[in-house]
């Protein structure tokens, strides 16, 4: 099985830019779909950002503009530029295929706050 660990996040106030990183461990390039999800406190995960092998992405409409998603399948990584960060944006952010039918790594942190 594939699996996944996550870096990049911290800490930052609103406005801020985070960028996450996403390693497999095996090869992600047969994976038609890889995606970046979040799991706020209290709430369920939710799929934020998603991306095809050919670079076409979609996003959550709460981070449409703000979040970018990337992949480079010769380094086995993907990446979510986050920008202009809200408080609304806290979260464990997790990296998986879609669906999410791979084992969770242990997230990465973003805190946005002043």
């Known amino acids: 099985q594939v699996q996944f660990v996550e870096s990049g996040g911290g800490l930052v106030q609103p406005g801020g830019s985070l960028r996450l990183s996403c390693a497999a461990s095996?090869?992600?390039?047969?994976?038609?779909?890889m995606g970046w999800y979040r799991q706020a406190p209290g709430k369920q995960r939710e799929l934020v950002a998603s991306?095809?092998?050919?670079?076409?992405?979609t996003y959550a409409d709460s981070v449409k503009g703000r979040f970018t998603i990337s992949r480079d399948n010769a380094k086995n990584t993907v990446y979510l530029q986050m920008n202009s960060l809200v408080p609304e944006d806290t979260a464990v952010y997790y990296c998986?295929?879609?669906?999410?039918?791979?084992?969770w790594g242990q997230g990465t942190q973003v805190t946005v706050s002043s």
């Open positions: 095996g090869s992600i390039f047969s994976f038609y779909v």
């Open positions: 998986n295929v879609f669906p999410a039918t791979s084992p």
């Open positions: 991306i095809l092998s050919g670079d076409a992405a």
